[in-house]
């Protein structure tokens, strides 16, 4: 027991408490200080001083060293790392970070990229001189252990490489702007590892290069940090809720990993990619004190590295273990966390060979000392929770600073005392990786070089692209052999006999050249396949509440042809990589009419608004030209010069015929809507990601919000759509229409003033955030679409709709039983003439999470019921068998008039009964039309978790609802989702683009059935 630290009289004074003694393994390090190096007794006694309890430190950050010529983190802060009242901007964290680059050679900052409102994110690298001086040399060779072709998967080269190189443990502070503790606690981090020479914290800085983001939500700290202030300055009152983070969305930020549609993941992913980082570690604040999420829970992600999941539990435990030791309460690992979606930040390690972390400390969210009171389940003690946290206690921003760099330094030490066998893992992983084809396969993934949606095939390329997926495309027509496929079992066929019949035969197939192939004997393979994929969660699964999506499939979402290849020939066909994937676009033929072939493809909608001056048609009818077919929707572009078209065309992937004559069939004009988008002060983040996609599409759109809509008079006159999004959160009648309470408390501002320069941002403002839609507004939307505007609505807010009553032969309800927890489901097309469906095929695939489950009712004012199977009108109890008919014993048996039969998807018939003086009766005309439906309960789930999916099985998906002049248009799935789900934009886009004509092709009976 060689510990050294308190071997000053001054320190002994400070500390207080006493740690328990601390266990060492053979040869390891003590966790202690030099005892020859001097601290900072100044703030060493502020340290001890804003920490509330003995035991809430630890050897490592309960004293601070003192350095002549480093600054601390006082020198920018003005009080130490996480004092009370203390929040920095980013700005602040970088000047400091800044300050430590010039005063040390031992710190290097880099600008990694900037965010959607312009402000910048950095990396700083901390490691020894030598180390520093030499980042290029050694990233060089760590590219080689990432990229092992390039020593032709030679592993005496690895060996040799994993002995040279320095390893890069890569951490990322504040992507949740409301946790609030990792800039403070980095910037100390920062300094601690530049300037202890301790031998604890040495040994780290000469072997490891620690490479830290301090804020990764650079928008959304700035604006928390105003809060704060404003906050402060008004300590009396409540303060607003932190309603936008970043530009677009606010906890989802941390669940763009996968579509990768933020600059914040970019940056970080160009970052942890470049530098060929090991680990990434992720900051975030929840639960008490410090939970390792990463162990988590099952399932486990199917596409990672075993080799992964070990080290996951490795560097967890070991965590867990020495801050223990520690006798630091409230550190444990598992928990209820699944590692199942890749779609956090922390993954983008796990999906590229690396290793994946995460901490959930305690945060107050501020810099406020407060009491906390936990929940029983909270502080109980668990099997992975031996030293649980306390039930009650006063906690400090210092408090949660120790934790967070407790476990960063125990973790750094660990990794480097072990960075070999990391290193080793992280050359093997890559390797596995590469030899995926022949290991467990596929061998690739085939893109079509036929595909009728380039364009979406462009933009699914080049996400795999941001995911640093080598593309290559087919020099030449090949054939493969596909794997034979299992006919599906209906559940109804248990009860037969097993078919005995042949088993099905593996078949080719043949992709033309200049097919697009991802190759999967490449490093990054994993991702592809985990995007590209498959997934199933068994409703069995013991996992029971799954902690996000569950099924993710890009090829369905993005409503393009992805075949999966097992056959290793594909490898050998003759391809060029491809360094950027762009759909091919131009104008070809002659003739001045222009015709587009409509596939629901995002970019026609682009084009739309660009083009302003154009006149655009839309055909009714599919047709033929110049022996080209055209779907329905197909546009017929005039009014546009060849050059301008030629010029646009090209720019959007959209490719045009000239047409010599119009085609003779029925057309209706194809208009720039003028959008109105509605949120609410609730939250913004789940329309954050339609906003997202409007703007990458160049679809103009005036944001507002539901207070904003209520003062306009005369809506009619402004806008044709007004677009309502998913709320997200809290959508039912009384938050949205009565907003948050106002009959007590303080108005809730969100609007810049001194305090709170960043709040607006680039979005909206406020004098108060409480008041909602009011009833006002709601007479305002039902005027306007009385008056024939076009109301679109999705999940929360359709139910909201229907519960307002902006529309009649429609009801939602939530499933009894049902879970559908952000899984890919089967759609149909019902009505393929109504112009929402214009471009899409029979089948199709959306993103649904529990429905709202619509059923349509023919009777105006009916509570609509979930409808049942035919179960409902079997025989009652009599004579006979099952399908016989029942008598009556003294009387002629009467046969039953037939029961009209409709489809669960389908107004019901009007009933003898309905029909006498029926009043109520909707006429055919004005019952709400079906465009989408849900597929039969065999087809529903493509990918993720559907249980109890009858309960929404071939009900409505998509539905349009006339209503005076007219339309609600109601979407049970979300159409526009984190960037995943472009395959279902062009619903909305034609609801948009077809906004005067959306009865086109309507069938109507002219009685009612
Ligand atoms: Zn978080």
């Known amino acids: 027991m060689n510990r050294v630290f308190r071997s000053k009289l001054v320190l002994l004074a400070l500390l207080g408490g006493t740690f328990a003694p601390y266990a060492l393994a053979d040869s390891e390090t003590a966790p202690a200080r030099d005892p020859k190096q001097p601290v900072d007794a100044a703030y060493t006694e502020k340290i001890h001083k804003y920490t509330t309890q ?170 928390m940090v105003d809060i704060y202030k404003w906050h402060l300055a008004h300590p009396k009152q409540f303060f607003p809720w932190l309603v936008y983070w970043g530009k677009y969305v606010a906890h989802d930020n941390n669940r763009d990993a996968m579509g990768v549609t933020l600059k914040l993941t970019e940056n970080v992913l160009k970052t942890y990619v470049g530098w060929k980082a090991q680990v990434l570690h992720d900051l975030h604040e929840s639960v008490p004190y410090l939970y390792d999420n990463t162990i988590g829970d099952e399932p486990y992600n199917a596409w990672i590295d075993p080799i992964l999941a070990d080290e996951w539990q490795i560097i967890g435990w070991n965590n867990v273990s020495a801050m223990t030791k520690f006798g630091m309460p409230g550190v444990f690992a598992h928990g209820d966390f699944d590692t199942w979606s890749p779609g ?18 305690f945060g107050n969210g501020g810099a406020d000392t407060e009491e906390r009171t936990l929940q029983p389940e909270e502080y109980a003690r668990t099997w992975y929770r031996q030293n649980p946290p306390l039930p009650k206690v006063l906690w400090s921003q210092r408090d949660n600073n120790n934790y967070e760099e407790t476990g960063l330094l125990t973790s750094l030490h660990f990794f480097n005392e072990n ?217 017929l572009v005039r009014n546009v010069s060849r050059a301008d078209l030629d010029r646009t065309a090209s720019e959007l992937g959209v490719q045009v015929t000239a047409l010599g004559n119009a085609p003779s069939v029925k057309t209706h004009p194809v208009r720039a809507a003028r959008i109105a988008f509605l949120h609410t002060w609730l939250s913004t983040q789940t329309e954050g990601w339609w906003r997202l996609a409007l703007d990458k599409l160049g679809i103009p759109y005036d944001y507002m919000s539901t207070q904003a809509i209520a003062k306009i008079p005369d809506l009619n006159a402004k806008y044709d759509v007004i677009l309502f999004p998913p709320v997200g959160f809290n959508a039912g009648v009384n938050p949205v229409v009565n907003g948050v309470p106002t009959a007590w408390g303080n108005p809730l501002p969100w609007k810049n003033t001194p305090e709170t320069p960043n709040l607006v941002g680039k979005n909206d403002s406020t004098d108060d955030m409480r008041p909602g839609l009011g009833w006002d507004g709601v007479g305002r939307l039902q005027e306007f679409v009385q008056k024939g505007g076009v109301l679109l609505t999705a999940t929360d807010t359709s139910s909201l709709g229907l519960s307002l009553g902006f529309a ?132 529903l789930l493509i990918s993720g978790l559907v249980e109890g999916g009858d309960e929404i099985a071939q009900h409505p998906a998509v539905v349009d609802a006339p209503s005076g002049k007219g339309h609600v248009v109601l979407f049970s799935i979300n159409p526009v989702y984190r960037g995943e789900t472009w395959g279902t934009y062009s619903m909305v886009l034609n609801t948009i683009l077809n906004f005067d004509n959306l009865s086109a092709g309507r069938k109507d009976a002219t009685e009612a059935k």
């Open 808 to 939: 009649d032969g429609i009801s939602a309800q939530n499933g009894s039983k049902m879970k559908i927890v952000g899984s890919v489901v089967g759609t149909r097309l019902v009505d393929d003439s109504s112009p929402i469906a214009y471009g899409y095929d029979e089948k199709g695939a959306a993103y649904c999470d529990n429905g709202p489950i619509f059923s349509l009712s023919s009777i105006a004012g009916q509570r609509g019921r979930r409808r049942l199977g035919p179960e409902m009108h079997a025989r009652p109890t009599g004579r006979g068998s099952s399908d016989d008919p029942d008598f009556t014993v003294g009387r002629v048996g009467v046969e039953a008039p037939e029961e009209p039969k409709s489809e669960t998807w389908e107004s019901p018939p009007v009933m003898d009964e309905q029909k006498r003086n029926g009043f109520r009766v909707i006429p055919s005309s004005l019952r709400p039309r079906v465009i989408f439906r849900y597929a039969d309960s065999k087809d």
């Open 344 to 361: 956090y930040l922390m993954f983008m390690a796990a999906m590229h060979n690396g290793i994946s972390r995460l901490y959930e400390t």
């Open 419 to 635: 960075k070999r066998m990391f290193l080793k893992n992280f050359y093997l992983k890559a390797k596995r990786s590469t030899m995926k084809p022949t290991a467990e396969g596929p061998a690739a993934y085939v893109l079509p070089a036929d595909e009728p949606r380039p364009g979406l095939q462009a933009e699914l390329l080049q996400v795999l692209q941001k995911q640093a997926v080598e593309i290559s495309r087919a020099k030449s027509a090949f054939t493969v052999t596909l794997a034979a496929k299992k006919p599906k079992k209906s559940t109804k066929d248990k009860d037969k006999k097993e078919d005995k019949a042949e088993p099905p035969a593996p078949t080719t197939r043949e992709f033309p050249a200049g097919s697009y192939i991802v190759r999967m004997d490449q490093p990054y393979s994993r991702i592809a396949d985990a995007l590209l994929d498959h997934q199933y969660w068994s409703p069995d699964d013991p996992q029971k509440t799954p902690y996000d999506d569950t099924g993710w499939t890009f090829g369905e979402l993005f409503h393009v042809q992805v075949t999966r290849v097992t056959d290793t020939r594909v490898l050998d066909v003759p391809m060029d990589r491809v360094s950027e994937v762009r759909a091919p676009g131009w104008v070809k033929g002659d003739g001045a009419v222009f015709a587009i072939n409509n596939n629901a493809e995002p970019a026609l909608a682009t084009l739309r608004y660009k083009l302003k001056d154009a006149a655009i048609d839309a055909a009714e009818e599919p047709f033929e030209s110049g022996g080209k077919k055209f779907n329905r929707g197909s546009f």
């Open 54 to 223: 003995p035991y809430f430190t630890s050897p490592l950050v309960d004293y601070l060293p003192a350095s002549k010529t480093v600054p601390t983190p006082q020198a920018v802060l003005g009080d130490i790392s996480g004092a009370p009242g203390i929040l920095p901007y980013a700005e602040d964290v970088y000047k400091y970070m800044r300050l430590l680059e010039k005063a040390t050679p031992r710190v290097k900052v880099f600008s990694i990229g900037k965010t959607e409102e312009g402000r910048e994110m950095i990396a700083v690298a901390v490691s020894s001189e030598e180390n520093i001086k030499n980042l290029e040399e050694n990233r060089a060779r760590l590219a080689k252990l990432a990229d092992p072709r390039t020593i032709k998967l030679d592993d005496a080269e690895a060996d040799k490489l994993v002995a040279q190189v320095v390893p890069i443990y890569y951490i990322t502070g504040t992507i949740h702007s409301p946790e609030t503790g990792a800039p403070t606690a980095l910037m100390e981090l920062a300094y601690r590892l530049a300037v202890d020479e301790s031998p604890y914290i040495k040994e780290i800085r000469d072997g490891t290069i620690t490479l830290i983001t301090p804020v990764v939500e650079v928008d959304g700290r700035d604006r």
